[in-house]
């Protein structure tokens, strides 16, 4: 696709389950970034990926929270044992490469609800 | 930790022109963006400045002074399209630092 693709749009789970929310990058693109965005609240650095590999895991805000990216594209973001804080829109983010200039292209989130 | 400072809200008339100020302090400093994000949607591109100074972009303009840590966003011949949350976001090496973004209301 022309753009960042984010599935699904919209999740709503129990408190206790695991989710899983999917990324698919802009073709081509090496860095990929995960986001979580709360009502009110800016958009708060999950983690990095350059490649297959995360070099920057920092923002992971538990051991609940883990992510994988695969082939340097998809990359999902999965949320063991979610509770009622995790609410949130989850976004994922793609760009060319690390260089300074270079803006990051946004997906339209996940919007997970938490019950 | 990173320190990114910007107004919660602002309104403004149609036609009229508004400014954002953004203040920061961070460990680090790569460039400043600004990102518009309409409700529901996802945030997208505006601005970059890197280095001091001024640069325009249609009826978009940002400023960057790196000595005060400082930064506006412009809007100027406002729509009532451009109603919308406006996210300031400092680069620090790979990866965007974001404030909580003001939320710009247009009125007719």
């Known amino acids: 696709g022309a753009g960042v693709s984010q599935s699904p749009s919209n999740k709503v789970t129990e408190k206790g389950k695991d989710v899983e929310l999917r990324c698919d990058p802009i073709s081509g693109h090496t860095a990929l970034y995960w986001y979580r965005q709360s009502l009110g609240q800016g958009l708060e650095f999950l983690i990095y990926f350059q490649g297959n590999s995360a070099p920057d895991k920092s923002g992971l805000p538990s051991d609940r929270f883990s992510a994988e990216r695969t082939g340097g594209s998809v990359s999902t973001l999965t949320i063991q044992r979610t509770q009622q804080e995790d609410s949130a829109v989850y976004l994922c983010?793609?760009?060319?490469?690390?260089?300074?200039?270079?803006?990051?292209?946004f997906g339209e989130g996940s919007r997970l609800t938490v019950l | 930790g990173q320190n990114i400072d910007q107004p919660t809200e602002m309104t403004a008339t149609e036609g009229a022109i508004v400014q954002i100020n953004c203040t920061y302090q961070?460990?680090?400093?790569?460039?400043l963006f600004w990102y518009q994000q309409h409700a529901g949607e996802a945030p997208t591109f505006l601005s970059y400045n890197v280095l001091d100074g001024l640069e325009e972009k249609g009826r978009f303009s940002s400023f960057l002074s790196r000595s005060k840590g400082y930064s506006y966003l412009l809007l100027k011949e406002l729509q009532m399209k451009d109603s919308a949350s406006y996210l300031c976001a400092v680069r620090l090496d790979y990866k965007l630092s974001f404030g909580a973004g003001t939320t710009v209301t247009v009125r007719a």
């Open positions: 961070t460990s680090g400093f790569n460039g």
């Open positions: 983010a793609s760009s060319l490469e690390r260089t300074p200039g270079r803006e990051l292209f």
